[in-house]
């Protein structure tokens, strides 16, 4: 419930941390998950004082025990591992402190702990943050190379040396965290987001030797693979030998089977790059000097054509066949206007041989009326009309009797 305070009705420190004592009390027993980062165990002292880490958000609490509690599992347990502990949380009010007081606790086995990735990793990937279709390819040729490793360390050496032997002038931007531990996810978390915020780094290597399943479980931890899968800059994961396989490498987008084979992958050798450029060099000179030897062999047959050694022979050759087609041209009208003039004559022929004039010129004559009308009967005619008389070499007038 909350409460009504003001500045002129404050609550003094004694009630606000009798009230929070108050609230924790109601919280009652809990199951709590974690690893032990600091345990004391006084000779003669009836009371066990351990502090449970929470290594994926860097959290911390106090718990505290009873000898007896803790000798149940003191011969299994030490700094580092991962218990399981069921307390009630206790206020203690003169200090303001928050603790556990621990009634059981039990060591997480082995077989728990892979049933737990198992899980986690079943539940990753439903999300997607495996699926290949997020996989970055690397670049070519980076131009620097983000590191996070353990302080000279192995891996450290066989990434840098390796790189720099391949590559010389490769750069690298190393960040030196824990790689097991209780502060190995957030050192290494932290490490990743700097590298990925800054704009000159073109990947990031998260480099681990070998060891055993508990060390390599900071790079199994959600957190860490949420920040993996949440970066812009491509990550290669070379985390400890090739039988481990922590969740960081099905997140990340390249999967080393060590640091050195990191180095490998992620900038290329001189010196193949140099034998791959002569030999690019070599196929080209070889292709472009098959193109001139074949263009030339093309020139040099089409300079052996006829055509070639005496080009005025196709003008010849036009001429001539212009010369053909315009005689043959002349001969068809010639013919046709031969033709044409014979069926005038012929026509004109029988024009003149049907005309009147040369019915005339037989004797024959054309009797008009002064109207001009032919006589054709002798009803068209009385007796005393005027008549004119149509013959070949002229006319004369006549009488009707």
Known sequence: ??????????????????????????????????????????????????????????????????????????????????????????????????????VE?????????????????????????????????????????????????????DVLENARRRWPAVRFEVRNTAVQGVNAVAQVVQAVKELDAAEAVDVIVVARGGGSVEDLLPFSDE????????CRTPVVS????????????????????????????????????????????????????????????GLAHALARPVMERPQRMVEEREAEVTALADRGRRVLRHLLDRADSELSHTLARVVALSPAATLERGYAVLQREDGTVVRSPGQVTQGDALRARVAEGEFPVRAD
């Open 105 to 157: 606790i039990r060591p997480v086995g082995m077989g728990e702990l892979l049933v737990r990735l198992e899980q986690l990793k079943k539940s990753l990937a439903a999300e997607g943050l495996f699926a290949q279709d997020r996989k970055r390819p690397l670049p070519f040729l980076p131009q620097l190379v983000g590191l996070v490793c353990g302080r000279a360390s192995a891996a450290e050496r």
């Open 238 to 297: 070379a985390i400890g030998h090739e039988p481990d396989s922590p969740l960081l490498d099905l997140v990340a987008d390249v999967r080393a089977s060590t640091p050195t084979d990191a180095a490998k992958r992620v900038v290329p050798d001189v010196g193949e790059e140099l034998e791959r450029v002569d030999g690019l060099r070599d196929r080209a000179l070889r292709t472009v000097r098959a193109l001139l030897e074949r263009e030339e062999r």
């Open 1 to 102: 419930m909350a409460l009504t305070t003001s500045p002129q009705a404050p609550l003094p420190v004694g009630e606000v941390s009798r009230l929070i004592g108050g609230w924790i009390d109601r919280l009652g027993a809990v199951w709590v998950e974690g690893q032990i980062t600091q345990l004391s165990r006084r000779p003669g002292a009836g009371v066990v004082f351990l502090t449970l880490r929470d290594p994926s958000y860097d959290i911390s609490v106090g718990v505290t025990c009873y000898r007896q509690v803790f000798d149940a599992i003191a011969d299994v347990v030490s700094e580092g591992a991962r218990v399981v502990v069921h307390a009630k949380p206790e206020w203690y009010a003169p200090r303001g402190q928050l603790s556990l007081r621990a």
């Open 223 to 230: 957190q860490l693979v949420r920040a993996v899968a949440a």
